[in-house]
């Protein structure tokens, strides 16, 4: 795969998932806009790439924030002269049903997880219909295709993230532009580490999940992000609109 000459950003890229795509991409020569709102892990993920021999651009912005982002879409527009490849991935997690979610966390996971990818696509999805080629990758979660227990708001973004993605699949096609998602399994990222860091014995439950899944064992980051890759290039030039689960079997059960 080669995505020489080709511009991507990453949201999110500060971390797990993010993170790895960012270092894979740019390994496939790609140039790489890294963006998260926590400006050191950017720069941290810029400077991975950069020991690799590769080209990144750390940007700070809250994917919820249209304002924000329009800056470090400016940026990398500047400093790369366009954007080929978007990838939405930035999401926090949050861990409750429907009656122990506040009004106040729904929207801030529904603002991040759900608004956060429409505000970026938003901005970008305009250069790239101009240009009539493009792809945007969402990251969504099998959470979006299934109940997950305790996860209300988290499910319910990412149900909102797989619809979105069919429903700018087809505005966009007849521009020429792609739009498809990934939905992970459980994935080692710091995400998961939080998340199991609230259990009494970590490892344990780790291993329950990770059973559940039937190849027995959790996504590694790098595996998600072959697939958004994938997605991405042009192998995959007659994809679009797709939910495409990357878990170790979980969805097939
Ligand atoms: N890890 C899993 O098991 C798993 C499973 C399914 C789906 N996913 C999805 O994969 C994606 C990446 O998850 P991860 O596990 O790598 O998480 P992570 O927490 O390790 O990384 C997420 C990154 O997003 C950034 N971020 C959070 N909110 C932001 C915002 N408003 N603006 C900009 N940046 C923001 C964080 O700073 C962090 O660097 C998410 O969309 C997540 O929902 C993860």
């Not at 979610?101 to 790239?128: H, Q, R, Y």
């Not at 020429?176 to 995400?191: D, E, F, I, Q, S």
Request: aromatic share 8%; with cysteine; hydrophobic share 45%.
């Amino acid at each position: 795969m080669s995505f020489e000459n080709r511009v991507v950003l990453i949201t999110g890229a500060g971390s797990g998932i993010g993170r790895a795509s960012a270092i894979l991409f740019a390994r496939y020569k790609a140039k790489v806009g890294v963006l998260d709102w926590n400006f050191l892990r950017a720069q941290e993920t810029v400077t991975m790439i950069e020991q690799e021999g590769g080209l990144g651009l750390p940007l700070e912005a809250d994917v919820s924030h249209l304002e924000k982002v329009t800056i470090a879409v400016d940026k990398v527009l500047e400093r790369f002269g366009g954007i080929d490849i978007l990838v939405n991935n930035a999401a926090l997690e949050f861990v409750a049903d429907v009656c122990h979610t506040s009004e106040e966390e729904w929207d801030k996971i529904m603002a991040v997880n759900l608004k956060g990818c429409f505000i970026v696509s938003k901005v970008i999805l305009p250069f790239m219909i101009h240009r009539r080629s493009g792809v945007v990758v969402n990251v969504a979660s099998i959470s979006g295709l299934l109940g997950w227990p305790n996860s209300a708001a988290y499910c319910a973004s990412k149900g909102g993230v797989i619809q979105l993605t069919r429903q700018m699949a087809v505005d966009y096609a007849p521009y020429g532009v792609r739009v498809n998602c990934v939905c992970p399994g459980t994935t080692r990222t710091p995400m998961i580490d939080r998340l199991f860091g609230f259990e009494q014995y970590p490892e344990e439950a780790m291993r329950r999940i990770a059973e559940m899944h039937p190849l027995g064992r959790f996504a590694r980051p790098e595996e998600i992000a072959e697939v958004i890759c994938f997605l991405a290039s042009e192998d995959a030039s007659f994809i679009t609109g797709v939910a495409f689960p990357v878990d170790g079997g979980y969805t097939a059960k």
